[in-house]
Structures are given as structure tokens and as C-alpha cells.
């Protein structure tokens, strides 16, 4: 029995497609995030509308197209080849993503999974494994999560600082999205 080794069309037209984006839109302004150190918002959109980003590669009941690991990994050559960074941004959701696939009740990735995957809405998520005191230790973690009001939303998520970045994630009380947090970058 031989092995073969060639990529389908399907692998083929990715591969292609993420080459030509990698090419047109990543390689172009590489420089400037790598100088910046700006996140690529405009390139992850435009990747997340092509179906470049990891969002794909959810099971279909969830909203994604169901590809392979193999299609992934020929996925994220190709978008590396154009920035490793900028590729690293655009596959960053896949940290919260992973959490939920393997944490997740069915009913709660029901719920999250496919907000992943609307090509007109991008959502990035991430995944908090660093703190000052604690590097990437992940037993050492001082942040906790506390439920707060009578919904049981999550009102405070302190100290969390990643990137220099913390984030408020309430949500359903209007708070949300990332903040300075002084005296960091």
C-alpha cells in the first residue's frame, strides 16, 4: 500500500487563497505592526471574511466549515509566510475557541462557538495565562472572576494583565472590551 501525499482541490484552493492573501495583504504592512506593535485589526477582518481564520475549522453545527487539521496546518503555513505575528493574530482566536470546545457544555458552545463564525462580525477572543507574579503559570493565577448583581454576570476580572492590556468582561452590563491599565504597555 503507498501513501499519497498530494493535497485535495479543496487544500489546494485554501492553500492559494491564504498565499495570495498572505502576499497582498499581510506581507505590505508586516513592517509597520512588527515596528507599531499595533494589532492588525484590518487584515484579521479581512482574513475572517475570507474564512482564513480558525473559525473554519469548527464542527459545521456550530457554524464553521468542519476543514481538517491537515487543511489548517497548510492554512497557517501560508498566512505565516506572509508575518508570523500578524499569522498569530489572525489565529488567536483559537485560544478561546479550544477553552470552550473542550470545557464548554454543549449548550454553552452552542451559544459561543458560532459567534465565531459570522464573516461580517468579527470576534476575537483570547485566553489569560499571564500575570506579573506569576508568568505562565497557570496554578500560580491570582485573577478570579467574581459574579456580581442579581443575573450573575461577571462584574470584575481583576488583576488580569496580558499585553498590558485588562479587560473588563461584563458584557450584559455594558463594561467590555480592552483597557489601558497604567503603568503598563
Known sequence: MTLDFSLTQEQTAIRQLAHEFAEKEIRPVAAHHDETEEFPYEVVKKAHRLGLTPAAFLPEEYGGQGLDFLTELILNEELHWGCAGIAVC?????????GIRASGTEEQKKRWLPEFTNPDKLVIGGLGLTEPDSGSDALAMKTRAT???????????CPARTAGVGVDA????GGGGPVRVPGHR
Open 170 to 173: 461584563d458584557r450584559r452590563a
Open 90 to 98: 489572525i489565529q488567536s482566536m483559537a485560544l478561546a475557541m479550544a
Open 147 to 157: 459574579r456580581t448583581g442579581a443575573d450573575g454576570g461577571v462584574g470584575d476580572v
